[in-house]
């Protein structure tokens, strides 16, 4: 996805388990954009629930906050849809359908086209013992693979 090649509204939807990538594939795409656009994406399009999590740069996971998070991070995002940014992200887990769907909805309502990014495979155990050890939340292999169980193809 150069710059050239993307529409003029763009919203992203990553899925894949902790530690598959799928910030690290954000990154890259982001810094594939020009500086101007790089800089808006990061400051007006990219919403992760995981940054609700962060206090004083430590992560601090808190299980009974998770529904309130992911109501603000969809809020946001669909704020970003409405003041018509370029290109909006969703980086979550998003292994279920449910997760994504309003995200995917309100982005398509709003004329926007959207892309779909599953990285890895979320079935194969290869694939979640090597998420299990590189995920920057220290997720667990047995958590690892019950999220995976969740997973559903588009």
Known sequence: MDEEALPPR?????RGLPGSGKSHW?????????????MTIRQHGYFS???????QG???FQAHKLAEYHQRNLTGFIQALTAEQPVVI??????A??????????????GYQVRIVLIGQPMSLQHQQCCAKRNQHQVPLNQIKKMAQHFEDD
Do not use: G
């Open 10 to 14: 763009l919203a992203i939807i990553m």
């Open 26 to 38: 954000v990154e890259s795409f982001i810094n594939r954009q020009s500086l101007e656009l790089a």
């Open 49 to 55: 629930t995981d940054r609700f999590f962060y206090h």
């Open 58 to 60: 430590q992560y601090r």
């Open 90 to 95: 969703c980086d979550n887990t998003n292994l």
């Open 97 to 110: 359908k449910w997760e994504y769907m309003a995200y995917e909805a309100a982005a398509k309502a709003l």
